[in-house]
């Protein structure tokens, strides 16, 4: 039979795409490198040999008489043996057991069908092994009983059964294994507790609604209950799965055991069979169910509440400004009972109000943004529509007046004009008719078509005198656009505001930036803001806004207490760690909450942190360092944030 040899080529390249950022990719050429053939007796073996060098490689044989190829991927040099590791996979040992759960002291009946004789050694297996039986069984169906412990009190209990053959060198017949594995499961339906929702199918933006949850199995319990509201998109984009409390702590665990063996590399001393192809594989994924229009995103929650003896809550919802479908889900625990419920909720406003406009607009730009409007009362409708952006935009034809049957809709175009006001703005869109007074606010973005500038001018008084700043001081600026400052001082002209206000306008949001954006509000009162000239927060919306920080701070919190720039994307930093536990103990200091076990987790972090620090450093004694191994081992790195730690420990 003629026999090719191609080798594959791949050529790697990087490229970027808005929805998946920098990604690999790879052209692939092929080369015929060899052609022979090989001859196989009837019923026998043939051996073939091919050179290869590093690379991967395609192996086609052709059979003339059936006009079928086969075709074999093989990969040659540094890491091929990885390829033998494909055919350790175990023959099947298939297992059923007689209930779907157990109970303390019962007995499971397990049912084995072994693919072929040999020894069975069964086990029980969750941190540790809980128990043992060895039978001989046969190629037939064998039944085994477990007596259930009282004391497997766990959620990761699996059955192992290994099935031993023995080799017979007469029947050239080498030694084999089958597995099974399966779950045991305990049965803990008493700890679920049944919820029920009752909330309107339909209603309308930006309305109150009541949702009530009942738990009847709570009753003279004390319960508590978090509700959330989360739009239906983006669940279904990312197909997240309801909370399930119940199953979260007494549903199916991981094995928690490896297995190693070398019956893979074992090889049967027998004629070969034809392969079987495999179809399959992994879990199917779940349908998704058809995505919503998003106009806004919606992610609501109640936070936790106390449910009264009766086991029912009723549970306040404000719903935004959104058009889309809802979806409720509950959350109920006991002290020892757990529950969820959800349930889908349709937000449909009377008339569908949507403003296109620009992604930004620069100043004296002229555009049209395009106002949709869809009558879905039921009946006809009157309209009288009204759009206003205060002084950022000059709107022709404003206010309008037109009707609309039922389920018609129209598309109103406004022309605008930019004026020199940057920023982001409002734009407020009005809406009446019968029964109807809508009312929408959407975003508009005006840039100045030159970068920010900032600059400085000092001068000296002396006693008496006085200094006009003339006009040519400010030419060149827009005059919308400018905010000016002035200090008085007999000390160094040290501009505290504009500092804080770089602070307070910092972009970007890594740990770093997050904890300089709020340290300003740790320190800096009403009274102080207005001495330095900036905005005054009341000590409320400077709660808010540290709450707000430090949870986002919480969130890029490795467990071990060190912090990381972006979270689980990146490696936790010494230095970082210290600046901001070192912003978290201002905070306290200053009376703002701080979450005990977050605030312990990064001190512990700092002292271990310190101790491996101090210990890694060089002895003076020591021979000096090659320049790369001070690179690779970044020594000087870390003593430069040794004193941060220090200091903050030293609190």
């Known amino acids: 039979m003629p026999v090719r040899l191609f080798r594959e080529n791949r050529d790697y390249y990087w490229r970027f795409d808005d929805q998946r950022g920098w990604h690999s990719g790879f052209t692939e050429t092929e080369e015929l490198v060899e052609t022979s053939s090989v001859t196989i007796p009837a019923g026998g073996r043939g051996k073939l040999v091919v050179p290869v060098k590093y690379g991967r490689y395609r192996l086609e044989i052709f059979d003339q008489d059936t006009n079928q190829t086969l075709r074999y991927r093989f990969y040659a040099g540094w890491n091929a ?97 089958a597995l099974g594995l399966i779950h045991l499961p305990l049965e803990r339906s008493e700890r679920k507790l049944n919820v029920t929702l009752e909330a309107p199918q339909k209603i309308r933006p930006q309305t109150p609604v009541r949702i009530k949850v009942r738990a009847p199995d709570a009753r003279g319990q004390k319960a508590l209950v978090t509700l959330s509201a989360v739009d239906a998109g983006i669940l279904n984009i990312t197909r997240f799965q309801s ?60 936070g936790p509440v106390l449910m009264d003896d009766r086991g029912e809550a009723d549970i306040p ?96 175009r406004f022309p605008v004009e930019a004026r020199t006001m940057p920023g982001v703005h409002a734009v407020t869109v009005k809406v009446g008719g019968r029964e109807l007074n809508i009312e929408r606010t ?7 078509p030159t970068p920010q500038v900032q600059f400085t001018r000092r001068y000296s ?26 200090a008085v001082s007999d ?77 689980n994307a990146s490696e936790y930093e010494y230095w970082l760690s210290a600046y901001i536990t070192n912003f978290l103990m201002d905070a306290r200091e200053q009376g703002f909450a701080v979450p005990d076990r977050m605030y312990g987790l990064a001190m512990d972090f700092l002292l271990r942190g310190l101790q491996e620090g101090v210990s890694k450093l060089p002895a003076q004694s020591a021979a000096p360092p090659r320049p790369d191994e001070i690179f690779r081992n970044r020594d000087n790195g870390r003593f430069d944030v040794l004193p941060g730690a220090i200091r903050t420990s030293a609190r």
């Not at 959407?442 to 100045?448: L, V, Y």
Request: hydrophobic share 40%; net charge negative; aromatic share 6%.
């Open 461 to 486: 008084v002396k006693a008496g005198d006085a200094v006009e700043i003339q006009d040519a001081a400010l030419s060149g600026l827009y005059p919308n656009s400018a905010l000016a400052h002035v």
């Open 81 to 177: 043996q990885a390829d033998e590791t494909q055919g350790t996979r175990p023959d099947r040992v298939a297992l059923k057991l007689d209930k779907p759960a157990y109970r303390e002291g019962e007995t499971a009946h397990l049912t084995m069908t072994p693919p072929h004789q040999g020894e069975a050694l069964i086990t029980v297996d969750a941190n540790r092994t809980l128990w043992v039986k060895r039978m001989s069984v046969s190629s037939d169906t064998a039944t085994v009983d477990i007596p259930i412990s009282r004391d497997w009190t766990r959620h990761d209990l699996y059955v192992s059964v290994m099935v031993l053959r023995p080799g017979n060198a007469g029947d050239l017949v080498t030694p084999a294994r």
């Open 243 to 302: 909370p399930d409390p119940h199953a979260f702590f007494f549903g199916k665990l991981r094995y928690g055991a490896d297995q190693h063996d070398i019956y893979g590399h074992l090889i049967e001393k027998m004629q070969g069979r034809k392969g079987q192809l495999r179809f399959g594989g992994d879990t199917t994924p779940s349908p998704t169910k058809g995505l919503p229009k998003i106009v806004q995103l919606v992610d609501l929650f109640s």
């Open 317 to 412: 919802l404000e719903v935004p400004d959104f058009n889309g479908t809802l979806r409720l889900m509950a959350v109920v625990s006991a002290p020892d009972r757990f529950g969820s419920k959800d349930l889908e909720m349709v937000v449909a406003a009377p008339l569908i109000t949507e403003l296109a406009t620009p992604r930004f607009l620069s100043f004296n730009d002229k555009a049209v943004v395009a106002l949709d409007l869809q009558n879905l009362s039921g009946a006809a409708q009157s309209l009288k529509v009204s759009i206003d952006a205060g002084q950022a935009l000059r709107i022709q034809d404003a206010e309008r007046e037109l009707s609309l049957k039922d389920q018609e809709k129209r598309t109103l």
């Open 442 to 448: 959407f975003a508009i973005s005006i840039r100045p």
């Open 491 to 567: 000390k160094p002209p040290i501009d505290v505001r504009a500092a804080v206000q770089d602070l307070l306008t910092y972009p970007y949001g890594c740990g770093e930036q997050l904890t300089s954006t709020a340290y300003p509000h740790v320190f800096i009162d009403e009274d102080e803001a207005r001495r330095f000239g900036l905005k005054p927060f009341t000590r409320e919306q400077r709660v808010e806004m540290l709450d707000r920080a430090i949870s986002k701070l919480g969130a890029i919190q490795a467990p071990n207490g060190g912090f990381s720039l972006w979270g």
